[in-house]
């Protein structure tokens, strides 16, 4: 039986059957892979941490199905969830990695600086905005992209109308900003 582990960040998780999720996790060495939690949604499951996004740690991967047998967490960076601003902020970072990548195709700088971001949002940033536009310039570069941005609203465009993905999350951050 094939098995791998690696450290990863948990970008999306989706609801599959009963209990079951799909994750989409940002792993070192790997790449973004798409894993099946089992049991995940149940109440007594001893891997739910590791099915929510954010969740940065040491996953343990099985069979050709890629199913999580495992995952040694790492840091989850839970304060995020306190502040909606940080965690649209988080959110429109695992978003940008989501969207902007394929399966197996793994980027070190990327994972770096998605991690980093995740971080300096958790414990460092007093003003998330600032700490979001900062680090998906570097995504951006990491992904080989150059972006001339003044504003969030301009990373947004250029997501949308140079390659036709829309990051929500972005998306919602604008919105609150016009409602001030």
């Known amino acids: 039986m094939e098995q791998f582990e690696a450290e990863g960040i948990c970008l999306r998780a989706v609801?599959?059957?009963?209990?079951?999720?799909?994750?989409?996790?940002?792993?070192?060495?790997?790449?973004?892979v798409a894993v099946k939690a089992r049991g995940c949604k149940s109440?007594?499951?001893?891997?739910?941490?590791?099915?929510?996004?954010m969740c940065f740690g040491k996953?343990?991967?099985?069979?050709?199905?890629?199913l999580l047998a495992g995952c040694d967490l790492i840091d989850s960076f839970f304060n995020i969830a306190y502040d909606a601003v940080k965690y649209y902020?988080?959110?429109a970072i695992l978003e940008v990695v989501d969207k902007m990548t394929l399966e197996d195709d793994y980027n070190h700088?990327?994972?770096?600086?998605?991690?980093?971001?995740?971080?300096?949002l958790c414990y460092s940033a007093?003003?998330?905005?600032?700490?979001?536009?900062?680090?998906?310039?570097?995504?951006?570069?990491?992904?080989?992209?150059?972006?001339?941005a003044i504003t969030l609203k301009d990373y947004y465009n250029y997501f949308y109308h140079t390659h036709s993905v829309k990051i929500n999350s972005l998306r919602q951050l604008i919105k609150l900003d016009e409602f001030k």
Do not use: R
């Not at 891997?47 to 996004?53: D, E, F, N, Q």
């Not at 996953?59 to 890629?66: D, L």
């Not at 994972?111 to 980093?116: G, I, Q, R």
């Not at 007093?126 to 001339?148: N, T």
């Open 59 to 66: 996953y343990y991967i099985v069979g050709k199905g890629n």
């Open 126 to 148: 007093d003003y998330p905005k600032v700490c979001l536009f900062q680090h998906l310039g570097k995504i951006a570069a990491a992904l080989g992209y150059e972006v001339k």
């Open 109 to 120: 700088a990327l994972f770096v600086e998605a991690l980093s971001a995740l971080n300096e």
């Open 15 to 32: 609801d599959f059957g009963e209990n079951d999720k799909i994750l989409t996790l940002y792993m070192a060495q790997k790449g973004k």
């Open 43 to 53: 109440a007594k499951s001893k891997l739910k941490y590791a099915a929510t996004p």
């Open 89 to 91: 902020c988080a959110c």
